[in-house]
């Protein structure tokens, strides 16, 4: 896949609105139910976290329990026993059942270890698994850390049930290689799809804010870059360079510049922030007119 080329998922999922998630547990949900060795790469992330729940066999969306409680996806074992429970988060907030009732749901049948899963930008893990462990705590269940990896959190409650939260990136490396490995190739391309509205939920959220963000320096930094655009514009208009006559400044949504001539070319310089976060690691950026720069 092209570096910047969105999947046909991401390219439709903004026509879903705040039912992304919805799109992203069925894309998710087709998967598993297809494909052996993707289930696979699920029941390996939570072994990661200290849980091996066995075969995963069938995988259903959104199967409504006793307690009228309804998780995104519910992973069977040959019994039929519900072994998995997978929670598909972007950037809502969590349900009155996430993740309590969903824990008593999963009282171990036979002492067979089992699972709640939740799936998260990475961006999200830590300030997500702050608030899954204080809801839990508050609850009164016994909750111990098992395992922190990268882009991986799990604790065990109550011995046999364990609470594992991982990215959408690394779970679905790990479904993309093992697939792979399999020669599902019609698979691996419903991956890459998911993987493209992952990323894209990834780019285009509002990040949380850490404390450092309350901080001078952000700001600051800002303001520099600003003064180093209309710095760089006075100095080349000094020396012949460009030119500036009938030209203006322009503060916009995504970013300021100026609006220059060179060589009777009309021509933008300045901070895109859009090109920035997803094209190249440079705020500075060229070009004619502010069509052309549009990611």
Known sequence: ???????LLAKLAPLFGPRTE?????????????????????????RAGGADIGEVVQVRTQATGEDGARPDLVG????SAERLLIEVKFWAGLTDNQPVSYLSRL?????????????????????LWNELFRLVGEAGLPLTRR???????????????????TSWRNLLHRMAAQVGAAGESHT????????????RQDDEAFLPLRREDFGP???????????????????ARTKGIVGTDGMRVTPQADGYGRYIRIADQTSWFGIHYGLWATTYPTPLWLGSGMARLNP
Do not use: W, Y
């Open 1 to 7: 896949m092209e570096a910047n080329r969105q999947t």
């Open 22 to 46: 919805n799109l992203a547990v069925e894309a998710l949900g087709h998967i598993l139910s297809e494909s052996k060795p993707a289930r696979r790469a699920v029941a390996d992330v939570i």
């Open 76 to 79: 069977f074992d040959k019994r």
């Open 107 to 127: 009282a171990p049948d036979g002492g067979d270890p089992c699972a709640l899963l939740f799936v998260a930008p990475a961006a999200r893990l830590e300030p």
């Open 147 to 165: 395992e922190d990896a990268t882009e991986l959190r799990s604790a065990v409650v109550n011995d046999a049930t364990f609470l594992v939260l």
């Open 188 to 199: 691996e391309t419903d991956i890459r799809q998911l993987q493209g509205l992952a990323k």
């Open 217 to 235: 320096e952000f700001p600051r930094r800002l303001r520099n870059l600003r003064q180093l655009v209309d710095h760089a514009t006075d100095r």
